[in-house]
T-cell receptor, first 115, second 113 residues
């Protein structure tokens, strides 16, 4: 089954404790992206990757890091989480080509709480 | 920059009622427009899309028409069901080749029997 998977689905942590949220897709997509969803703000892009070893900042990158060592994986790293990073996080992927028509496929989400 | 504005929710309807969720956008050039749906506890799924002016996207009884003159992409359904209860997001993607989606804030739809 074609899908985007994220782990963990739920995480409660404390301020300053480094964490990684994994994202993996099995559709051989080149483009991957991370979003955060907050009430009243919709989804905002954190980072994206056009291909292996090619990453760039989205609209709200502060406090996050990413890497793209393999095509299928795109982990989101919080080196020193803070309470304002409490949010619902989504990973997404889409196939190559000029992207205006391309559907993005979303993972199930990771709900992160930073105390 | 590009932006999307959606009507505030929640929208509360009885089963079989007519649904409209308004969406307007601001963008340079000719963006593609999307409606995504998020069911409780799940990720977003593409509901429908339109890639040029006057295109109509449709799926599962939902429709939206790309209106360039009014910069709108309103979502409609003639008869909603309880199973349509979800959060609906309007989004656009620019024509620059970069696959970034810009989302509206989402509209929660609650359908009662």
């Amino acid at each position: 089954e074609a899908q985007v998977t994220q782990n963990p689905r739920y995480l409660i942590t404390v301020t300053g404790k480094k964490l990684t949220v994994t994202c993996s897709q099995n559709m051989n997509h080149e483009y991957m992206s991370w979003y955060r969803q907050d009430p009243g703000l919709g989804l905002r892009q954190i980072y994206y990757s056009m291909n292996v070893e090619v990453t760039d900042k989205g609209d709200v990158p502060e406090g996050y890091k990413v890497s793209r060592k393999e095509k299928r994986n795109f982990p989101l790293i919080l080196e020193s989480p803070s309470p304002n990073q409490t949010s619902l996080y989504f990973c997404a992927s889409s196939p190559p080509g000029r992207g205006t028509n391309n559907e993005q496929f979303f993972g199930p989400g990771t709900r992160l709480t930073v105390l | 920059g590009n932006s999307v504005t959606q009507m505030e929710g929640p929208v509360t309807l009885s089963e079989e009622a007519f649904l409209t969720i308004n969406c307007t956008y601001t963008a340079t050039g000719y963006p593609s427009l999307f409606w995504y749906v998020q069911y409780p506890g799940e990720g977003l799924q593409l509901l429908l899309k339109a890639t040029k002016a006057d295109d109509k996207g449709s799926n599962k009884g939902f429709e939206a028409t790309y209106r360039k003159e009014t910069t709108s992409f309103h979502l409609e359904k003639g008869s909603v069901q309880v199973s349509d209860s979800a959060v609906y997001f309007c989004a656009l993607s620019s024509n620059t080749g970069f696959q970034k989606l810009v989302f509206g804030t989402g509209t929660r739809l609650l359908v009662s029997p």
